[in-house]
Nanobody, 120 residues
């Protein structure tokens, strides 16, 4: 009933930038927090950044000062602006959203994942 669709991943050289987008659609009443996670092969999925419905943000120490999370509540969309990318940022990036559905109550949904690869 609710789905999150991600876009914006790709291949970039170290020091470059990418902007990820994640749009939620379906039977949505409201969305509480939204966030971005990443997972590299053989590693656990980790939180990259989160944002509340009121715009309060938090970041993993490894990305502070380089990444910025934002959201457009009218579009049910969350963004991740990634600057000064490093090879260690290489991972599959997943968005998630804490959703209050119109008929099904509260659930956390995940995007399909988008690959970010940083060379050199």
């Amino acid at each position: 009933q609710v789905q999150l669709v991600e876009s914006g991943g790709g291949l970039v050289q170290a020091g470059g930038s990418l902007r990820l987008s994640c749009a939620a659609s379906g039977s949505i009443f409201s969305i509480n927090a939204m966030g971005w996670y990443r997972q590299a092969p053989g590693k656990q999925r980790e939180l990259v950044a989160g944002i509340t419905s009121g715009g309060s943000t938090n970041y993993a120490d490894s990305v502070k000062g380089r990444f910025a999370i934002s959201r457009d509540n009218a579009k049910n969309t969350v963004y991740l602006q990634m600057n000064s990318l490093k090879p260690e940022d290489t991972a599959v990036y997943y968005c998630n959203a804490d959703v209050i559905a119109r008929w099904n109550g509260r659930s956390v949904y995940w995007g399909q994942g988008t690959q970010v690869t940083v060379s050199s």
